[in-house]
């Protein structure tokens, strides 16, 4: 979960960093094309007011002195020039103009209004402010339109200069960010890993609670979880020394009675044998751990080593053939004493039922020990009664029947699940399943 949440952080601020920059850049690239576009037509107006300066008339002919206009107006093909018309009637043109397929649009405006437009022309744009006059001819006065034009093609190179600029600079910009924000992600989740890795010590059963030092947010989930551990372990204390209790003060009362004359009873006999294997199996129950909040780590292999050697011993003359396959690292998180009860009870009762094969199949994702025999094997419908306490399908000399329910109420213990099939031996196959152990 802890590691859930630290990809989850990085993610977020990945996409923030993805998001944010480039939302960025076409923002300050807009905003400094609007700009430009303001600059242009504050430039086309103080052309316009150099033309309505030395706007002349000359015999009914409307004339500007050249001399006195930029450069660009007098320059072919500079991208800047100048139409006068009357109507849709051409005046008067700027030299520059003279190579431009460009024909003065005709716009219905009102004597000093002028309009700031960009048009197409002969697949060209062209940033035009227009400005309607009526300019005074003596005996009468002339309706008269002044186009002051510049080519967009102009507006392109100092775009293109201001995104390689601002390409460098948002590039140095991410750059330092991203290394902020890494340094920021490892000073902000170092908590979570720390505190991640210390839950692991105590799952593995390195040190008994949580001793680092957290912030504020976490310092209270760290007290907590010593809280829990702590009752957790009075608890498991309690429950184990009050099962112990009880089965050692019922042991000598039993004894005394199994001595007694009416022990010679069949009736009485078979009753005390019953209850002498209730007290074996709460004080075997007693000694388990079963399922810790915080499970220990432990490696399955020498477990599974330990009991082959002993019922190969204690089968000798039976000469089983007992093979366990176990995988590299296969680990169980759970006490050492309830894994060696499971299997040795499960394996015990395949030797007793096999006639020559017994096989041990554990894998680990999930976790799953099998242990299969060539035997008679178990009826279908007898699977539930046989985990019942006391219930034996066998004619077995040895034990009382209650293995497989300790078996059963320890694997649920752990989450687990214990099933009873066919084997492809034959005989019976006990399955144990822990679905919450993944490794």
Not at 164 to 182: A, C, D, Q, S
Not at 219 to 245: T, V
């Given at each position: 979960?802890?590691?859930?949440?630290?990809?989850?952080?990085?993610?977020?601020?990945?996409?923030?960093?993805?998001?944010?920059?480039?939302?960025?850049?076409?923002?300050?690239?807009?905003?400094?094309?609007?700009?430009l576009?303001?600059?242009t037509?504050?430039?086309?107006?103080?052309?316009?007011?150099s033309?309505?300066?030395?706007?002349?008339?000359?015999?009914?002919?409307?004339?500007?002195?050249?001399?006195?206009?930029p450069?660009?107006?007098?320059?072919?093909?500079?991208?800047?020039?100048?139409?006068?018309?009357?109507?849709?009637?051409?005046?008067?043109?700027?030299?520059s103009?003279?190579n431009?397929?460009?024909?003065?649009?005709?716009?219905?405006?009102?004597?000093?209004?002028?309009?700031?437009?960009?048009?197409?022309?002969?697949?060209?744009?062209?940033?035009?402010?227009?400005?309607?006059?009526?300019?005074?001819?003596?005996?009468?006065?002339?309706?008269?339109?002044?186009?002051?034009?510049?080519?967009?093609?102009?507006?392109?190179?100092?775009?293109?200069?201001f995104?390689?600029?601002?390409v460098?600079?948002?590039?140095?910009?991410?750059?330092?960010l991203?290394?902020?924000?890494?340094?920021?992600?490892?000073w902000?989740?170092?908590?979570?890993?720390?505190?991640?890795?210390?839950?692991?010590?105590?799952?593995?059963?390195?040190?008994?609670?949580?001793?680092?030092?957290?912030?504020?947010?976490?310092?209270?989930?760290?007290?907590?979880?010593?809280?829990?551990?702590?009752?957790?372990?009075?608890?498991?204390?309690?429950?184990?020394?009050?099962?112990?209790?009880?089965?050692?003060?019922?042991?000598?009362?039993?004894?005394?009675?199994?001595?007694?004359?009416?022990?010679?009873?069949?009736?009485?006999?078979?009753?005390?044998?019953?209850?002498?294997a209730?007290?074996?199996?709460?004080?075997?129950?007693?000694?388990?751990?079963?399922?810790?909040?915080?499970?220990?780590?432990?490696?399955?292999?020498?477990?599974?080593?330990?009991?082959?050697?002993?019922?190969?011993?204690?089968?000798?003359?039976?000469?089983?053939?007992?093979?366990?396959?176990?995988?590299?690292?296969?680990?169980?998180?759970?006490?050492?004493?309830?894994?060696m009860?499971?299997?040795?009870?499960?394996?015990?009762?395949?030797?007793?039922?096999?006639?020559?094969?017994?096989?041990?199949?554990?894998?680990?994702?999930?976790?799953?020990?099998?242990?299969?025999?060539?035997?008679?094997?178990?009826?279908?419908?007898?699977?539930?009664?046989?985990?019942?306490?006391?219930?034996?399908?066998?004619?077995?000399?040895?034990?009382h029947?209650?293995?497989?329910?300790?078996?059963?109420?320890?694997?649920?213990?752990?989450?687990?699940?214990?099933?009873?099939?066919?084997?492809?031996?034959?005989?019976?196959?006990?399955?144990?399943?822990?679905?919450?152990?993944?490794?």
């Amino acid at each position: 979960m802890l590691l859930s949440l630290k990809l989850r952080q990085a993610i977020i601020s990945l996409v923030l960093l993805l998001f944010i920059l480039p939302a960025s850049f076409l923002a300050i690239e807009r905003a400094f094309f609007a700009q430009l576009i303001t600059s242009t037509e504050q430039k086309l107006e103080v052309h316009l007011y150099s033309f309505l300066s030395e706007l002349s008339s000359k015999n009914d002919v409307v004339e500007i002195n050249n001399s006195i206009l930029p450069a660009d107006f007098l320059r072919a093909d500079s991208g800047t020039s100048a139409y006068i018309v009357s109507g849709d009637k051409l005046l008067w043109q700027s030299d520059s103009s003279l190579n431009q397929d460009f024909i003065p649009p005709v716009f219905d405006m009102l004597p000093g209004k002028h309009e700031f437009v960009p048009l197409e022309v002969s697949g060209k744009t062209y940033w035009t402010l227009s400005f309607a006059l009526l300019f005074d001819m003596g005996e009468r006065s002339m309706p008269l339109t002044i186009h002051i034009l510049q080519d967009a093609k102009l507006l392109e190179a100092p775009v293109k200069s201001f995104r390689k600029t601002l390409v460098r600079w948002f590039i140095g910009i991410g750059f330092v960010l991203f290394l902020v924000m890494l340094l920021a992600y490892y000073w902000t989740t170092q908590p979570l890993s720390s505190l991640d890795h210390e839950i692991r010590l105590v799952e593995s059963g390195q040190q008994q609670q949580l001793d680092r030092i957290y912030p504020i947010e976490l310092q209270a989930i760290k007290e907590d979880l010593n809280l829990l551990l702590a009752s957790q372990n009075r608890q498991k204390q309690r429950y184990r020394h009050h099962l112990s209790d009880l089965a050692h003060a019922l042991k000598t009362p039993v004894a005394v009675l199994r001595t007694s004359a009416l022990a010679e009873q069949p009736e009485l006999r078979q009753q005390i044998d019953r209850i002498t294997a209730m007290i074996e199996h709460q004080l075997k129950r007693a000694s388990s751990s079963g399922q810790d909040v915080w499970q220990k780590q432990i490696a399955i292999a020498p477990i599974v080593e330990q009991l082959q050697n002993a019922l190969n011993k204690i089968y000798r003359d039976k000469q089983i053939n007992l093979v366990c396959e176990i995988p590299p690292g296969a680990m169980f998180r759970g006490d050492e004493t309830d894994l060696m009860e499971m299997l040795g009870n499960l394996m015990d009762n395949a030797c007793k039922a096999c006639r020559h094969q017994v096989r041990l199949q554990i894998q680990t994702k999930p976790l799953m020990f099998e242990v299969h025999d060539d035997g008679p094997g178990v009826p279908a419908n007898k699977t539930k009664e046989l985990l019942g306490r006391g219930i034996r399908l066998d004619t077995y000399q040895d034990g009382h029947g209650v293995g497989l329910s300790i078996v059963d109420e320890l694997c649920q213990s752990y989450e687990g699940e214990l099933s009873i099939g066919e084997s492809a031996l034959g005989g019976a196959i006990f399955r144990l399943l822990f679905p919450q152990h993944q490794y």
